[in-house]
């Protein structure tokens, strides 16, 4: 039967990217940050999956793979690799990110570059699912039957052992393997030994004449060697061996063919025993260390590998420094998986090993993150930016006789400590500061332009709840802000104490709906000489999000925005409603950044004001986010914005351009 689709036991909308990476790394894709972008780590949740394709008939390195959601037919493409040239697996380690909530299943199609339909096996290993995709039906026959007869012997063990015993078994099963290896190196040994003795023994023209003989059969050895007859080829290995067991180059020879024809407890204990020729002691370690990876002793490859890593072999030494950093990547010891690949980088000269490596550095932190998510107990960032505005007081430049033109400084810190992570909710503390500072277009400060730099402190509660399909945000904040009405020292402006709530979930198939509640209350600290101006008071905010992922990679998506807000102050001159609607296109920016083009229209309303008005503000953004490096993230917009009002003192345009560099580290429990 063709099996070509799997359903997966999760939802998955395909919102963010497959990520293409090296053997046992993950990738995470970040949502572009244009406003009111969507927190990805509020609306999706990820799911670890492992693709290793079986293919006997490849001799590439690296194999796109294309997977297909049946239902939209949505396409995206991700890449799997060899861990060593002749092996005939090709496997890569993803992150599938979802939408919270999401609990549709969904038929996926794995399928080749040119269309055809793999077959599929589906299984769960620690911390992940794996997909093993093969070329005929008879290759998945095969190995299901054995999956089939492994699993009945392991149900078995788990219904007739406590969980002591089956720790118990796995050791004595180790140490058996062990007995058996030693015991087949002494047989091995003693063999040689006593070939060795009777060769000695013989006359020089015997000698000789053997020697010529096994010279002939391993010429014969050579040409199947190369004709990848691998079985074959040790046969013949073997017998130039006992022909004359003198020359050890046969006998070293047949232990990498007997590793190429998947004998690797033997070849073990021949690579063991062998001396291998002039200038190949390196390779028969790197083969002895293939040996113990295939045979999942991975503390004797690791070990293996670092010491042919240190040999600084043009090489092998590159190659065992990759061989040691997916051992070390899979155990999860992420410093020294990072310390593998960047040798990899330093001494490789192979343009594919390189890139294999490069995708390993960018995951091993991401990977990172995703096992240490839970263990995190404190996340610190510091910003600092450059700001470019050509009206940074907002007000008509008709007639002004100031300079309204600003390089600002933008810069701050925040701290969240988590109280709890729980794999459906969580709940932190935060406390922030940010604060600006503005010169003039002379790069001179300037106490009427520094009247609109605040600077503000900030503490936060949030809470993050997952339900079977939405989930749900608490924010409540107290916040307070420093400015200068005369560009002085800066003085408490204002306190607001409030929170946030945010609901959201799936309407449908790749559209994801967002409702978010705001409510403060304001306390102005400015004495002013008419009540009028008082901006006391309370504000309630609702503003609706849907989204739309259009494409299966999530690199291009459709966000509109609807906002009210109505805002009660005491003072009548401040007090308005405002409604707004934005959308907001992201897209796949230069050089691996996400980027996005964001139109804003929003209508304030002042009924009340002692000059009635209503002002319009029309603004155009584009931005584009890029992470440099693991901790280090850089933020670029520019903005053009145009207020229309019926009032000239509140008409103006201005163009600003914004820089930001964020610094973010987290400190880790146990």
Do not use: C
Not at 36 to 62: C, G, M, N, R
Not at 245 to 259: C, H, T
Not at 566 to 575: I, T, V
Request: aromatic residues 10%; charged residues 25%; neutral net charge.
């Amino acid at each position: 039967m063709r099996i070509a689709s799997l359903i997966l036991p999760v939802s998955i909308s395909f919102s963010l990217v497959l990520n293409t990476t090296a053997a046992f790394a993950i990738e995470t894709t970040k949502l572009n940050q244009a406003p009111a972008a969507i927190d990805p780590t509020k609306v999706f949740q990820s799911q670890a999956i492992e693709i290793v394709l079986f293919d006997k008939d490849t001799k590439e390195s690296s194999r796109p793979v294309r997977v297909r959601d049946a239902d939209t037919k949505k396409i995206a493409q991700v890449r799997v690799n060899k861990l060593e040239p002749k092996s005939f697996f090709l496997t890569g380690f993803f992150i599938i990110q979802f939408f919270r909530g999401d609990d549709t299943p969904r038929t996926l199609e794995f399928l080749s570059p040119s269309g055809i339909p793999y077959f599929v096996h589906s299984m769960q290993v620690k911390g992940a699912q794996r997909i093993i995709l093969f070329t005929t039906a008879d290759q998945l026959a095969k190995f299901s039957s054995q999956q089939a007869g492994a699993q009945k012997v392991a149900a078995k063990a788990t219904t007739s052992a406590t969980q002591a015993q089956v720790v118990k078994q796995v050791r004595e099963q180790t140490r058996q393997q062990e007995k058996t290896q030693i015991v087949m190196e002494e047989d091995q040994a003693k063999d040689r030994a006593s070939l060795l003795e009777k060769f000695a023994k013989l006359p020089a023209a015997e000698k000789k004449k053997r020697a010529e003989q096994a010279a002939a059969i391993a010429k014969q050895g050579d040409e199947l060697y190369e004709q990848q007859k691998y079985l074959d080829a040790s046969k013949k290995y073997v017998e130039a061996s006992i022909v004359n067991p003198d020359q050890d180059a046969y006998y070293y020879k047949y232990g990498v063919s007997l590793y190429k024809a998947d004998d690797y407890n033997k070849s073990l204990a021949v690579l063991s025993l062998s001396d291998a020729p002039e200038g190949s002691k390196l390779e028969r370690d790197y083969y002895v260390a293939l040996n113990h990876l295939k045979l999942k002793d991975y503390d004797k490859a690791h070990k293996k590998m670092v010491e042919i890593r240190d040999e600084d072999d043009a090489d092998l030494s590159p190659v065992a420094s990759y061989f040691a950093g997916t051992i070390e990547m899979q155990q999860q010891k992420f410093p020294e998986a990072r310390k593998s690949m960047e040798i990899v980088l330093d001494k490789s000269n192979d343009p594919g090993l390189d890139k294999t490596a490069e995708a390993s550095l960018e995951q091993i932190d991401k990977l990172e993150t995703f096992f240490m998510k839970q263990k995190e107990k404190f996340r610190i960032s510091f910003f600092g930016g450059l700001v470019y505005d050509e009206n940074v007081l907002n007000v008509a430049t008709n007639n002004v006789a100031t300079d309204v033109k600003a390089y600002r400084l933008n810069y701050g810190a925040s701290i969240l400590g988590f109280w709890f992570i729980k794999e459906d909710s969580d709940l932190g503390t935060q406390i922030s500061v940010s604060d600006y500072y503005s010169l003039d277009s002379n790069f001179k400060a300037n106490a009427a332009l520094q009247t609109a730099d605040p600077l503000e402190f900030g503490l936060t509660v949030p809470y993050n709840k997952q339900f079977a399909n939405t989930s749900w945000n608490l924010e409540p904040f107290f916040r307070s802000i420093y400015m200068s009405p005369t560009g002085g020292t800066r003085k408490e402006l204002i306190q607001s104490v409030g929170a946030s709530s945010t609901l959201a979930g799936l309407a449908k198939k790749d559209l994801y709906l967002s409702g978010k509640l705001d409510y403060s209350s304001d306390t102005s600290k400015v004495d002013v000489s008419s009540t009028s101006d008082d901006q006391t008071g309370t504000k309630i905010g609702l503003t609706l999000t849907p989204t739309l992922i259009l494409d299966l990679k999530g690199e291009n998506t459709f966000s509109g925005e609807v906002s009210y807000l109505m805002n009660q102050s005491k003072g009548e001159n401040y007090r308005y409603k405002r409604t707004g609607m934005a959308i907001t296109y992201g897209f796949p920016g230069y050089a691996a950044s996400s980027a996005s083009a964001r139109l804003d229209y929003s209508s304030q309303n002042y009924a009340d004001a002692s000059t009635p008005r209503t002002d319009t503000t029309l603004a155009f953004t584009l931005s584009a986010n890029k992470d440099i490096k693991k901790f280090l993230n850089l933020n670029l917009s520019a903005q053009y914005n145009s207020a229309t009002s019926p009032v000239d003192t509140y008409k103006y345009n201005k163009f600003v351009v914004t820089s930001l560099l964020t610094y973010t580290t987290s400190i880790f429990g146990k």
